[in-house]
């Protein structure tokens, strides 16, 4: 593999997305109060969750790579970049909760089914309980995990979308890398690192930032629509990619050589 193919952006993409995981996993043992040793079953469940969340943030550096690539290539990198965006689904909808919920049940298969008496947490168990909650109404709505069937049912649909803005943001954020490394791709090679680097960390405070703006008012209205609230977040990708896209000129001349 070398600098500019898609096999190169994928690794690349793979030990970004494998280390950002591990960070927040070692700072969660490392600081849990009874020591390391008691968060080791914890450790499968939250590398899934961390790695759900790393992808979309690390994708933006194989995506760069590829701003000399041959136009044929580009068919592979996008379908590449769709790829991802799938397992970046498929992690934060079902492998991660599976995860966490087996974890929990052989701890404490008592606390587990009242805390998650619909099963993992996955969209189509969230979308059980959100009906169930419509159905039967409780005498007040309450955001603890402790009482599951009193989660406001826009919470619900906020969290039901969640696996899906992560897989959009993505698709975006690897767009919008493509796209700015054109761009930059003539300045030295220390000033285009830099500027990649920049724009990560840009993305990554501008997203959570909104994201969890948009949460605290999805919690604070219950009439909120939670699925336009989760998805909020993302106009601002779409922006920018329209306004940092390549002209044509750009992308054609980086893209006439293999």
Sequence with gaps: MRPGSVGF???LTAAGGALLSLLPVALSVVQHPPGPAAMLPDVPWLA????????PFSVMFGAATLRATHRTRLIWATAALAGTACLTYLIAAQFAPALEYEVRAHQAPEAVHDRLP????????????????????????????????????NWLDYRI?????LAALTLLNGLLAWAVACRIRS???????????TLGLASAVTFFSVESSA???GRRDLSAPGTLYAGAPLLIWVL???????????????????
């Design 9 to 11: 952006a994928a690794a």
């Design 48 to 55: 899934a969750r961390a790695a759900a969340i790393a992808l």
């Design 118 to 153: 619909f099963g993992p947490d996955t969209p189509s168990n969230l979308t059980r309980q959100r009906d169930y909650v419509l159905e039967n109404p409780p005498e007040r709505y309450s955001l603890s995990v402790e009482d599951p069937l009193s989660i406001p049912p």
């Design 161 to 165: 979308q969640v696996p899906g803005v």
């Design 187 to 197: 300045r030295p090679r220390r000033q285009f690192v830099w500027l990649l680097w």
């Design 215 to 217: 949460g605290r008012a």
């Design 240 to 258: 920018a990619l329209v306004l940092v896209r390549p002209r044509r000129h750009q992308a054609t001349d980086g893209m006439t050589r293999p």
